[in-house]
């Protein structure tokens, strides 16, 4: 069995893109190393991420936007649950997301960011780590249309002002004999485009392969861990990946740690039609999908499958 692809982005996109593209159709999943998101702002996300999972239980719910399907602000602890699972997620969340001027053809489609009082920096912080994330995928995106024997640009103007979300995770620290091996995050799939996860070199983090077994990922520090969402598994036929993953406790000290992440969901713009690329349909592999579907209804749909929407 080969490894999971563990790529500079620095490197010419032309050297990496068969690397990166075979990685994602093996297992949906790749490392990526020299993604040019500044360490420094990584330290400050990450302490101001720390700083607001700490605040009192009754001011983070402040910040809870009611109706709004947890797509801005603040989801507490044991709200979302993995599609067909029995319980939930031991995890609370924050999303930031795009903001687009009024009278803008999308603008409809995504709410305005509420912002913590009780920390100045967090709006500038991570409206920084937003766009450092979007740049990043960009280039992981480009890299992915050189595989698919697309122009190298062809994914610019399907994600651009696209609903991409930020997450701010925090996993509480668990107590008792059963939290070695306590799943935190039940089997999923991600809905999105392409997810880039910083913080995942904190053990627990583990795809399920082709062949049904659970694979351990391991980054080294910094790096980014980049999968293939349902709407890319979709668009391409299944030919990159939506892996199944989820995050277990690890054994030992760290089982009792808290754990937190930052991953960044970049999605298609909402008005994006979703419809097989005609390059990843042959006889030996014919369209799954043949009904196009735009990005924003696919999304509400898996939405409302997780509890939501």
Sequence with gaps: MSEIASVSLNRPLGEIAEELGHSFEEYGFAVVRDHGIPQDLIDRAEAMSKAFFALPDDVKRRYKVEGGGGARGYTPFGVETA???KVHDLKEFWH??????AGHPLAQYMGPNVWPDELPAFRETFTALYAAFEKAGARVLEAIALH???PQDWFARTVEDGNSVMRLLHYPPLTGKDA?????AAAHGDINTITLLLGAEEAGLELLTASGE???????PGALVVNIGDMLDRLTNHRLRSTTHRVVNPVGEAAYRARYSMPFFLHFRPDFVIETLPQCVDPARPDDHPAPI?????LQQRLREIKLA
Excluded: T
């Excluded at 070695?180 to 935190?184: F, L, N, Y």
């Excluded at 659970?214 to 080294?220: K, T």
């Excluded at 735009?294 to 696919?298: G, R, V």
């Design 180 to 184: 070695e091996g306590a799943i935190r």
């Design 294 to 298: 735009s990005s924003h209804d696919f």
């Design 214 to 220: 659970w694979l351990a990922i391991d980054p080294p």
């Design 148 to 150: 698919l024997g697309l």
């Design 96 to 101: 930031v997301g795009r903001e687009l001027p």
């Design 83 to 85: 599609k067909d699972a």
